[in-house]
């Protein structure tokens, strides 16, 4: 839905004055959209709209890049073949205006719009596309982030500038949800190694999409134009700022000064505390990701060869088992998420009803302390004379959990983890850690606190735990998300990957998400609710997705920020121009935005990564 703000009536002036009365030492006025400055649809002079952000970029390359953040921005900067329509998620037009496919559905083209271009006045053609894909298909680090998109594709060529044709290997169900950033060719045929090239040197960064990327600062922040050719036109903003802040209180702090104009990922505190704040609005809508607990299998290759040092007794079942079974989904969404979020089991949230699926009956692992205390036993874990649990080889089940320092609800749950598996004589060691990326990559972590957002097509999320997303030797990047090599797992993914039928493939899609609960590698434990905030005196008007009861931050489609209009003020009556209400403040403190390039982060992605 498109929510609007009531208009502000503080006269400009007045409420400047107030401001640098209260120390604010720099701020920009907008227009008020409906004046003389506003009605021939320019974006008003200085309008600046803020997104706090807790998370760094792992790269600004396309073909690299996993974290919501990076991700979100490339779907700002970047037009993809198809985008999800902002009512209903289905599959509309992007760069390609219409797509067929051939009776035996092998051979997929493509008309290519013709009034896309690219931000430095060339064309986008079919040949840009056709290049994006053929890189991926033919270098291996160019297909890191996205590979599985074009791991079935024969060839691609490009007839003409307008017609983009796809030849399969065996039919494949996402051909309409290709969610692969397209690049220009005149720019990105110049790099040489894929896997160290993270295009953040020169900017303006060539794109043609909805804004353009026009600075970055690593730890600092990153800044977006709008592109004023776009087709579907241009964003109202005259900016878009991404800042980091490390600290979710700062950031809350930050938008009720008026130093940032959205912020989101709220604990249920901060999201009741600004619903009493004047001209803020939290938006608290179902979530499109899951909140789980991930164990290290073994990190491993393809070529066979093991790496890390997780705790081998979670290459038990039984451990694996007893110690979901010893985990209260209930409390964690009623004391740590208050009310906000679903309680989980499924790989999929609720809110993709047609790919939800629940355990039912004797599958169904619920809250067991007692029966996780017999499984221990039963398995021969059984605890000494200090009360400790112990394996055969008589080394303590003592385990460590990856957290994330940066969210609260890591650190509750990890507490309540140790509380009741240390029932259980088990102890817990929670490594907070401001990334979580290098030990993760590197297999050395037995637990992790782990999430992803899941695009209307589960494709991809579901590709994450395939055996051929592990990296190729220990020394390699895979899309892997924490190393799982299932064989029933991929022969139900191969399956579902060729199924059209809706109805069928929706099957083929739960059985995945049983198998995945079966094998106990995956604890889903809550589908937390999009708790989030902006400032209704700078921003007048925003599009949630899905419009009905949707979220803002971090959309399958560009939609919020691109639809996002400033917010209306009363007229200066002193002034010459109708300027109006304050919408970017900044104050004597820099904050600093985490962008920092992990080169080694691949597809490796968590809670506040994904989200």
């Known amino acids: 839905m498109v929510t609007k703000a009531p208009p502000r009536r503080t006269p400009a002036r007045r409420a400047l004055r107030l401001l640098l009365a209260s120390g604010v030492t720099a701020v920009s006025l907008v227009a008020v959209p409906g004046t003389a400055a506003a009605e021939d649809d320019k974006s008003p002079a200085g309008s600046t709209l803020t997104v706090a952000v807790s998370q760094s970029i792992d790269s600004l ?21 198809t985008n999800y329509d902002a009512k209903d998620a289905r599959p509309i037009p992007g760069l390609a205006t219409a797509w067929t496919s051939s009776p035996d559905k092998l051979t997929w083209t493509y008309t290519i719009r013709k009034d896309s271009t690219w931000s430095d006045g060339k064309p986008a053609t079919a040949e840009d596309a056709a290049w994006t894909f053929n890189k ?20 691609v060529t490009a007839p003409d500038p307008q017609t983009l044709v796809i030849r399969l290997k065996k039919p494949q169900a996402t051909m309409t ?25 020169q900017f303006p960064i060539v794109g043609n999409g909805p804004f353009v990327v026009t600075d970055y600062k ?18 109202k903003f005259d900016e878009l700022v991404f800042k980091y802040y490390k600290d979710g209180d700062a950031a809350v702090a930050a938008l009720q000064k008026g130093e940032v104009s959205f912020v989101p990922n709220l604990t249920p505190a901060q999201a009741a505390a600004l619903k009493t704040q004047k001209d803020i609005k939290v938006n608290d809508a179902p979530g499109r990701r899951f909140f789980a607990i991930a164990t290290n299998p073994g990190a491993r290759a393809r070529d066979g060869k093991t790496f890390g040092n997780g705790h081998k007794a979670l290459l038990d079942p039984a451990v694996r088992k007893a110690l979901f079974l010893a985990v209260d989904r209930k409390a964690i969404v009623d004391k740590v998420f208050q009310g906000h979020a679903v309680e989980g089991e499924g790989y999929i949230p609720p809110r993709f009803d047609s790919y939800f699926w629940k355990p039912e009956g004797a599958q169904k692992r619920a809250y067991d302390p007692a029966g996780a205390e017999k499984l221990l036993d039963a398995a021969g874990y059984r605890k000494n004379a200090a009360g400790k649990r112990v394996g055969k080889d008589g080394r303590p089940l003592d385990f460590r959990i990856l957290c994330h320092a940066t969210d609260p609800n890591d650190k509750a749950i990890g507490k309540y983890l140790q509380e009741w598996w240390g029932k259980l004589g088990i102890g817990l060691k929670v490594e907070c850690l401001d990334s979580v990326s290098d030990p993760w990559v590197r297999g050395d972590y037995d637990l992790a606190f782990d999430g992803w ?19 190729a030797t220990p020394k390699d990047s895979g899309a892997t998300d924490n190393f799982i090599c299932d064989k029933e797992f991929d022969t139900l993914y191969a399956q579902q990957a060729v199924e059209y039928d809706a109805a069928k493939r929706a099957v083929l899609v739960k059985r995945m998400q049983s198998r995945l609960y079966d094998t106990g590698y995956m604890n889903v434990m809550a589908y937390p609710n999009a708790l989030e905030a902006y400032r209704t005196d700078q921003i007048a008007s925003i599009t949630t997705m899905p419009e009905a009861a949707g979220n803002l931050w971090g959309q399958d489609g560009y939609w919020s920020w691109w639809s996002a209009v400033p917010a209306a003020s009363t007229a200066d009556s002193d002034g010459g121009s109708s300027t109006g209400v304050i919408v970017g403040i900044g104050a004597a403190v820099v904050v600093v935005v985490g962008v920092g390039i992990f080169l080694g982060l691949r597809r490796r992605s968590t809670v506040d990564d994904r989200e």
Not at 141 to 155: I, K, V
Not at 453 to 466: E, Q
């Open 453 to 471: 957002s899941v695009n209307p097509d589960p494709d991809y999320v579901l590709s994450i735990h395939t055996c051929g997303t592990l990296p």
């Open 177 to 201: 949800a290709l969610d692969v950033p397209i690049v220009p060719k005149h720019v990105w045929e110049k790099v040489g190694d894929f896997s160290k090239f993270n295009n953040d040197k």
């Open 218 to 235: 690593v730890d600092q922040y990153i800044k977006l134009k709008p592109n004023k050719t776009f087709w579907r036109g241009a964003p």
């Open 61 to 81: 390359s396309p073909f690299l890049a996993q974290k919501l953040t990076s991700t979100s921005i490339h779907r700002l900067a970047y037009e993809y073949l």
């Open 136 to 155: 991926m298909m033919t270098d291996p680090n160019a297909a890191t982030a996205n590979g599985s998109f074009t791991a079935n594709f024969a060839e």
